[in-house]
């Protein structure tokens, strides 16, 4: 294990260490990477060994997995030393954690401990070519951590221990492997525990996404693999017409629509190449969530779950959130699994069917768009084959950690670390939006508003288009009645919203109606006749108002167009319905420059 070996870390695990050590009296415990995937519960349980000066940590990637990308710069991220593989199988750490199979685990010198990376282990999956004997060609792939083709090497368990969150996992255990059932350990599922512990503050996830009181978040979720939802190898692939349907069927002031996909999608294919597939969805206001950081936060906002058989769309379930499978990947799940019982029994995506429709009716009535369930405890069902004890990971991994290793648990309680806020990240549409407006009443407008639509909406209604000033094509913009933009009032860049509102009525001319929002959510706008007006919400909710400015602007645009006086507005102001809320809405007028 000489420390000079090219590659080899030398400090605080190589060979001759000793004297630089600053503190040397320590075991060690190696996490055990196998891609970016398995990563996040390692990530989960790291923390349980905080601030203990016994304790040296370390990371590992064993290499076995085709999705490398991004696991480095993870490993990084962590701030623990990163061991090469070669130099791992050479150590004698006191324990090791993994929370895959992957690799030459049987090599690892030392404690071994395995978690699950998912809700469980309810996939089939065919074993890699590390020594594992392998089934017959015609027979089925075997259940993936619960075989004897992944858990065993030469008859012998790979691993000390095996965590499971459920005896139902510990019985598929017995009835597939049962020369590992001893290694079983009931602990409970930390990634679930912290999802639950966050869930008050569910509200706050929603305002980082961007969503405004009354509108539903949509959630997309994928897993990876040909059969999933983003996948082109299922029964029928569906998300070239999902994608559009999202962001044009939806009126995008009742819907707001995010995607979580699994990394192995996100480093299999590239971020970049992922961005590139999705670019007319996500110009339409799709939302791509970081699959490490952030999808949680995102799974706890939501009001429905557009997923298929993967972890994340359970997790939903287990949530209480109602879910449309729009692809099962039921051949590659355990059919006695709860994953696998699940699909059978979820509803399903139906090509024909509005997808408003389909989503409005899967809503419970008594449920108002972002309302919590009706209590923070997961309700029956999919909740109770996640973890049999909920809130207790935390004590009982450590509890088991300690055991390996020998030593006395910390006097502090365990805990798991709560999930991060995330950054505010509002929706930016910058595709065309085609919107329909109707006026009921005096002084309201009503305004649905569609991004991208491939055919005219079916709301009835006079209709206008409103274009963001950075479109994609800028031809859009000679055919806008309203062009609109987002920024600064101070930026330079843009002269100020007067200055910015007088530049673009000027280069063009069938533009009826220019509009600045500001960071405060107020709207500066100039029409054609030469009024420069600011509409502001009345009565915000919030640091936001409930009601995207631009769509106030095009409710404006939509009073004026039907030669109505801006006077009736400036004296009483404006209402604006939307799909999500009606607000009462300042028009003011402003000294023309």
């Known amino acids: 294990m000489g420390g000079g070996r090219a590659g080899w870390l030398r400090v605080p695990v190589g060979e001759g260490s000793d004297p630089w050590r600053t503190r040397g009296e320590w075991r060690l415990v190696l996490f055990v990477v196998h891609n970016v995937t398995s990563a996040t519960r390692l990530l989960d349980v790291l923390p349980l060994?905080?601030?203990?000066?016994?304790?040296?940590?370390?990371?590992?990637?064993?290499?076995?997995?085709?999705?490398?990308?991004?696991?480095?710069?993870?490993?990084a991220e962590t701030g623990l030393a990163v061991v090469p593989w070669e130099q791992a199988l050479a150590l004698a750490p006191e324990l090791s954690i993994s929370a895959s199979f992957g690799g030459e685990l049987s090599q690892l010198k030392g404690k071994l401990t395995v978690l699950s990376h998912g809700v469980g282990y309810n996939k089939r999956l065919a074993t890699p070519d590390t020594g594992h004997l392998s089934p017959e060609p015609a027979a089925p792939p075997p259940v993936f951590g619960l075989s004897p083709e992944w858990l065993l090497a030469d008859g012998i368990p790979v691993a000390?221990?095996?965590?499971?969150?459920?005896?139902?996992?510990?019985?598929?255990?017995?009835?597939?492997?049962?020369?590992?059932?001893?290694?079983?350990?009931?602990?409970?599922?930390?990634?679930?525990?912290r999802i639950r512990a966050a869930v008050e503050y569910r509200d706050r996830f929603r305002r980082a996404l961007g969503v405004r009181p009354g509108q539903r978040l949509v959630l997309l979720n994928s897993t990876w693999n040909p059969d999933s939802l983003f996948g082109d190898r299922g029964a029928e692939d569906v998300l070239p017409s999902l994608l559009p349907r999202l962001t044009s069927e939806l009126p995008v002031d009742g819907y707001r629509p995010v995607a979580v996909l699994h990394p192995n999608i996100w480093h299999?294919?590239?971020?970049?190449?992922?961005?590139?597939?999705?670019?007319?969805?996500?110009?339409?206001?799709?939302?791509?969530?970081?699959?490490?950081?952030?999808?949680?936060?995102?799974?706890?906002?939501?009001?429905?779950?557009?997923?298929?058989?993967?972890?994340?769309?359970?997790?939903?379930?287990?949530?209480?959130?109602?879910?449309l499978l729009g692809s099962t990947s039921a051949g590659a799940l355990d059919a006695e699994s709860p994953v696998g019982t699940f699909v059978r029994h979820a509803p399903r995506l139906s090509p024909h069917i509005p997808l408003r429709t389909q989503l409005d009716a899967l809503l419970a009535p008594e449920r108002g768009p972002g309302a919590a369930p009706p209590d923070t405890s997961p309700e029956p069902g999919p909740a109770e084959l996640v973890s049999s004890v909920p809130g207790e990971a935390a004590v009982l991994l450590r509890r088991h950690f300690y055991g390996q290793l020998g030593l006395p648990e910390p006097a502090a309680p365990a805990r798991l670390d709560p999930l991060p806020l995330p950054p505010y990240e509002p929706p930016v549409r910058t595709a065309p939006l085609r919107v329909v407006t109707r006026l009921p009443g005096a002084g309201e407008v009503e305004v649905d508003r569609y991004a991208d639509p491939r055919s005219e909406p079916a709301a009835e209604g006079d209709a206008h288009t409103a274009v963001h000033e950075d479109t994609l094509d800028p031809g859009q913009l000679d055919l806008a009645d309203v062009i609109f933009r987002y920024g600064a009032a101070d930026d330079p860049r843009f002269g100020g919203p007067g200055a910015w509102t007088r530049e673009v009525l000027a280069r063009h001319p069938y533009c009826s109606l220019a509009a600045f929002i500001t960071e405060d959510g107020a709207c500066t706008v100039r029409t054609r006749a030469g009024e420069l007006l600011r509409l502001a919400d009345r009565s915000p909710d919030g640091p936001l108002p409930a009601v995207d400015p631009a769509a106030c602007a095009s409710a404006l645009h939509a009073w004026l167009a039907l030669g109505k006086d801006v006077a009736e507005l400036t004296a009483g102001g404006m209402t604006v319905r939307t799909a999500a809320t009606v607000r009462r809405v300042s028009v003011t007028p402003l000294p023309v420059r």
């Open 268 to 323: 299999g294919h590239g971020p970049g190449q992922v961005r590139a597939w999705l670019d007319r969805a996500r110009r339409g206001g799709l939302a791509l969530v970081d699959p490490v950081t952030g999808w949680r936060q995102a799974l706890i906002a939501a009001d429905v779950i557009i997923g298929d058989g993967g972890s994340v769309t359970y997790y939903g379930a287990a949530l209480g959130t109602p879910v």
């Open 160 to 193: 000390d221990a095996l965590v499971f969150s459920h005896p139902e996992q510990v019985e598929r255990l017995r009835a597939g492997c049962p020369e590992a059932a001893h290694t079983a350990v009931l602990a409970g599922d930390p990634c679930f525990d």
């Open 49 to 75: 060994f905080r601030d203990d000066l016994r304790v040296q940590m370390a990371v590992t990637c064993t290499g076995s997995s085709p999705f490398q990308a991004g696991v480095a710069e993870l490993m």
